[in-house]
């Protein structure tokens, strides 16, 4: 199973730390790399920086077609799932997305209405306002609930889990 999440617009320094945290979530939540439709080299700089001292092969990669990207996904047999507050409950799509490719679709600003047609899921994590940050975690969360427990062997960093205080090891 293949995860990558799809990060749909970015309004330039108002959505630079929202867009970074979309990212860090789906990195650490399990998700292999993320699409972003704004080029924006602080965002992906501050990632790359992240997988080189944290581990693992996360990937952040600039598109400036997203129409292209969920066609070859669904080509190549993957899932697009749309996280929207006006979805599906995720505990009735999750079933039949578990084991196959899946690319999450995350706004930042209101999406183009073709999004709500093209996706084969619109999935909500809960029908209140919140942020797509933590829908990405939920979802995620849900759908790969031991990648949180991954270890990375080429990291120069790693918390080790502690009661009390801060336990952290530098390689």
């Given at each position: 199973?293949k995860?990558v999440?799809?990060?749909?617009?970015?309004?330039?320094?108002?959505d630079?730390?929202?867009?970074?945290?979309?990212?860090?979530?789906?990195?650490?939540?399990?998700?292999?790399g993320v699409?972003?439709?704004t080029?924006?080299?602080?965002?992906?700089?501050?990632?790359?920086?992240?997988?080189?001292?944290?581990?693992?092969?996360?990937w952040?990669?600039?598109?400036?077609?997203?129409?292209?990207?969920?066609?070859?996904?669904k080509?190549?047999?993957?899932?697009?799932?749309?996280?929207?507050?006006?979805?599906?409950?995720?505990?009735?799509v999750?079933?039949?997305?578990?084991?196959?490719d899946?690319l999450?679709?995350v706004?930042?600003?209101?999406?183009?209405?073709?999004?709500?047609?093209?996706?084969?899921?619109n999935?909500?994590?809960g029908?209140q306002?919140?942020?797509?940050?933590?829908a990405?975690?939920v979802?995620?969360?849900?759908?790969?609930?031991?990648?949180?427990?991954?270890?990375?062997?080429?990291?120069?960093?790693e918390?080790?889990?502690s009661e009390?205080?801060?336990?952290?090891v530098?390689?």
């Amino acid at each position: 199973m293949k995860v990558v999440v799809l990060r749909l617009g970015h309004r330039g320094e108002r959505d630079q730390r929202v867009t970074t945290h979309v990212c860090l979530t789906a990195r650490a939540f399990g998700a292999e790399g993320v699409y972003l439709t704004t080029k924006d080299e602080d965002v992906k700089r501050n990632l790359e920086d992240v997988v080189k001292r944290w581990g693992g092969s996360f990937w952040v990669r600039e598109t400036d077609n997203w129409k292209k990207v969920i066609k070859k996904w669904k080509e190549g047999g993957g899932v697009v799932c749309h996280l929207t507050m006006y979805g599906q409950d995720m505990e009735d799509v999750i079933n039949k997305i578990k084991g196959r490719d899946v690319l999450f679709v995350v706004g930042a600003e209101k999406v183009p209405p073709e999004i709500y047609k093209i996706s084969d899921y619109n999935v909500a994590i809960g029908h209140q306002p919140h942020s797509e940050i933590s829908a990405l975690a939920v979802a995620l969360y849900m759908l790969m609930p031991d990648a949180l427990k991954k270890r990375y062997p080429d990291a120069r960093i790693e918390v080790l889990p502690s009661e009390r205080g801060k336990k952290v090891v530098r390689k």
